[in-house]
């Protein structure tokens, strides 16, 4: 469940000391908190809100019932010791399309800390309290026709500059399509279609929301230094990462993750990006 958290203190993901995972969602029934607990190898989940039901029978999902990793064939002896390390890694889905774009849209060519600060902003100025006894301070996901409403100077006390804003409101307009696409694929076209979302958008968001274990960040600032070092020991770019994961097709994603867990980035070449304050501009 770990890729659908965004950052230290988000609002819809928390994890208490007792080990239990508590997120929440803006499910097609409505608002709902879901708590995931692992216990002598038994996954346990309980759910409030409206859509406590739908939480529940998504459950399996979440935590990739429906990914099948056989298909994978290392070809390189990093991604072979890191698939037998974490044997049980699995690429689950959402199902929500909204809820994985917007935070995928806010870290559009930003820092990482950049993006999760307006994340956690907006979701405590515009979502609902998380239904029944979660963490203090969670929040549900703001519904399309609220991202469609926040002013512009809400955005900017965010952190968000125009160009973002404009890109997820617009795409507040089309939730309905998005979040009915049969697959991932017409999700891709659907996604790209809209003014603002391209190829790094559109895999970020289709990775969580339908468990696309193909879908490559091609344009990730990270993502090209971390599989080239790991493969073939170079520094690479996005046709040369492509290259060294073709022979992974249908699993790309997959091994990105993998790579994630326990391959080497090259040594570092100055000082790492420092996070803006837009709102100070």
Same mark, same amino acid.
């Given at each position: 469940m770990a890729p659908h958290r965004r950052g230290v203190g988000d609002p819809a993901w928390r994890m208490t000391p007792d080990g239990a995972v508590w997120r929440t969602s803006r499910t097609p029934d409505g608002p709902g908190t879901l708590r995931v607990s692992l216990r002598h190898g038994r996954v346990s989940g309980a759910a409030w809100g409206p859509g406590a039901g739908w939480l529940l029978e998504t459950l399996p999902a979440l935590l990739g019932a429906d990914d099948d990793p056989e298909g994978l064939v290392p070809a390189h002896e990093v991604v072979r010791v890191a698939a037998g390390r974490h044997a049980g890694l699995r690429i689950g889905r959402t199902f929500r399309v909204l809820e994985a774009l917007v935070p995928a849209v806010l870290e559009q060519k930003v820092v990482t800390a950049e993006a999760w600060r307006a994340w956690r902003w907006l979701l405590r100025r515009y979502g609902e309290p998380a239904p029944g006894p979660a963490p203090e301070g969670m929040r549900v996901f703001p519904a399309p026709?609220? %991202?469609?409403?926040?002013?512009? %100077?809400?955005?900017?006390?965010? *952190?968000?500059?125009?160009?973002?804003?404009?890109?997820?409101a617009n @795409?507040? %307009?089309?939730? =309905?399509?998005?979040? =009915?696409? #049969? *697959? #991932?694929?017409?999700?891709? /076209?659907?996604?790209?279609?809209?003014?603002?979302? *391209?190829? %790094?958008?559109s895999a970020e968001v289709r990775q969580r929301s339908h468990g696309d274990a193909d879908a490559v960040s091609v344009g990730d600032f990270h993502l090209p230094s971390l599989v080239g070092w790991s493969l073939a020991r170079e520094r690479t770019d996005d046709a040369g990462m492509l290259r060294l994961l073709a022979p992974y097709r249908g699993h790309r994603h997959r091994v #990105?993750?993998?790579?994630?867990?326990? *391959?080497?980035?090259?040594? =570092? +070449?100055?000082?790492?990006?420092? @996070? /803006?304050?837009? +709102?100070s501009f």
């Amino acid at each position: 469940m770990a890729p659908h958290r965004r950052g230290v203190g988000d609002p819809a993901w928390r994890m208490t000391p007792d080990g239990a995972v508590w997120r929440t969602s803006r499910t097609p029934d409505g608002p709902g908190t879901l708590r995931v607990s692992l216990r002598h190898g038994r996954v346990s989940g309980a759910a409030w809100g409206p859509g406590a039901g739908w939480l529940l029978e998504t459950l399996p999902a979440l935590l990739g019932a429906d990914d099948d990793p056989e298909g994978l064939v290392p070809a390189h002896e990093v991604v072979r010791v890191a698939a037998g390390r974490h044997a049980g890694l699995r690429i689950g889905r959402t199902f929500r399309v909204l809820e994985a774009l917007v935070p995928a849209v806010l870290e559009q060519k930003v820092v990482t800390a950049e993006a999760w600060r307006a994340w956690r902003w907006l979701l405590r100025r515009y979502g609902e309290p998380a239904p029944g006894p979660a963490p203090e301070g969670m929040r549900v996901f703001p519904a399309p026709e609220v %991202w469609r409403s926040i002013p512009s %100077w809400d955005w900017h006390r965010a *952190g968000a500059e125009a160009v973002r804003a404009r890109t997820i409101a617009n @795409a507040a %307009w089309h939730a =309905a399509k998005l979040e =009915a696409a #049969s *697959g #991932s694929a017409e999700a891709d /076209r659907l996604l790209r279609a809209l003014p603002g979302v *391209g190829v %790094w958008t559109s895999a970020e968001v289709r990775q969580r929301s339908h468990g696309d274990a193909d879908a490559v960040s091609v344009g990730d600032f990270h993502l090209p230094s971390l599989v080239g070092w790991s493969l073939a020991r170079e520094r690479t770019d996005d046709a040369g990462m492509l290259r060294l994961l073709a022979p992974y097709r249908g699993h790309r994603h997959r091994v #990105s993750r993998l790579l994630a867990l326990c *391959g080497e980035r090259p040594p =570092a +070449r100055g000082p790492r990006l420092a @996070a /803006r304050d837009f +709102r100070s501009f």
